[in-house]
């Protein structure tokens, strides 16, 4: 695109004011000066609490994405200079880039190798001592414990965990819900044995594309980018490539790692550094932030007359999970913004 061009096309990246691996503006730094490119990049200290009401009243059902704050911001931010912008969505789910595809696979294998005694009763104990992020634990949890496919994948990709989302549900609302609605959905892709890897893999690609691609990344970015008038268009998902790239074995997908032929395919065209990276998640610091400053705003709405009198949560359990007064800092920091953004879709959509 920069080649066929004719003048110096226009690149924008986002990053957070943190230490750590919230930020990848050097690396894109990096891309837009090999491309010679009209870059522009914003570093975020946002005010989530004045704009996540917008964000879901823009969103219409509650979506609780963190990356939906970002993906706002960057659009509102590329709107300054274009009104179409281009954007990698569908590149995960058509070129196997999850890590969690190859963990999956990972977890069926030892789940034949390994005794659950051994797996549940050792490992598991053990790794739970590991200073890990909330991510992390979640991972290594779903790795070793002896769940179906079903209920594996329910654990990994879940807003709320499972295990915390039977202990907040009031009886009245668990009493509501109707059992095995999820189990449902997923029993056409992953029931039954699936025995290869391969097998596992495209079931989970299947999978995503059918649900977790259409009902919360292209909703996200489509609400988004609306919101402040932008049109996002999506290249990897030109019909003519899902149809080829689908028909290549997984064997050459993954023959080097996640998004084999997408990194062959781009390494004349991008730095050497670019390639050998790993995949780095656009999600925002929501442990640092939910414990830190959310933790009064998230006390204030969760914990408010308002949400309490709709009788969907045990109060106590609400209140627990964020912490003493708000001091402690949650390790569950998606399921307190999972929480926080169903109450205020809440208060925008039915109060």
């Not at 879901?56 to 709107?79: H, N, W």
């Not at 049109?231 to 998004?259: C, I, N, T, W, Y």
């Not at 969760?302 to 609400?318: C, E, I, M, T």
Request: charged residues 25%; hydrophobic residues 45%.
């Amino acid at each position: 695109m920069a080649a066929e061009q004719g003048r110096p096309i226009a690149t924008f990246t986002v990053g957070f004011d943190l230490p750590g691996s919230h930020n990848e503006l050097a690396e894109a730094r990096v891309v837009a000066q090999h491309l010679g490119s009209d870059h522009h990049e914003l570093v975020l200290t946002p005010d989530a609490a004045d704009l996540l009401p917008g964000l879901v009243r823009s969103l219409d059902e509650p979506v609780a994405d963190p990356a939906v704050l970002p993906t706002y911001l960057i659009c509102k931010f590329a709107r300054q200079t274009v009104p179409v912008v281009l954007t990698g969505e569908g590149g995960d789910e058509l070129l196997a880039g999850y890590p969690r595809y190859t963990w999956f696979a990972r977890a069926k294998r030892l789940q034949r190798l390994l005794p659950s005694w051994v797996r549940e009763g050792v490992l598991l104990p053990l790794g739970r001592l590991a200073p890990l992020s909330g991510r992390y634990k979640t991972a290594l949890d779903n790795l070793l414990s002896e769940r179906d496919d079903v209920s594996r994948h329910l654990h990994w990709i879940a807003g709320l965990d499972p295990a915390l989302k039977t202990e907040l549900l009031s009886p009245a609302l668990r009493e509501a819900i109707r059992p095995g609605g999820s189990e449902a959905l997923l029993a056409p892709y992953l029931g039954g044995a699936a025995h290869t890897s391969a097998e596992v893999v495209h079931r989970l690609m299947a999978l995503d594309m059918h649900t977790w691609l259409v009902d919360d990344v292209l909703t996200k970015m489509d609400k988004m980018s609306m919101a402040v008038s932008v049109e996002a268009r999506v290249p990897f998902l030109d019909h003519r490539l899902v149809e080829f790239v689908a028909s290549v074995p997984l064997a050459v997908k993954l023959k080097h790692g996640a998004k084999t032929l997408l990194k062959r395919a781009a390494a004349p065209l991008l730095p050497p550094s670019t390639i050998r990276r790993r995949k780095h998640a656009f999600q925002i610091p929501l442990e640092a932030w939910v414990s830190g400053p959310l933790a009064g705003f998230t006390r204030d709405i969760l914990l408010d007359p308002r949400a309490r009198a709709r009788g969907w949560f045990d109060a106590k359990r609400v209140e627990s999970l964020l912490g003493h007064n708000g001091r402690a800092p949650s390790r569950d920091g998606q399921s307190v913004w999972t929480l926080l953004c169903l109450e205020l879709w809440a208060r925008e959509f039915l109060d």
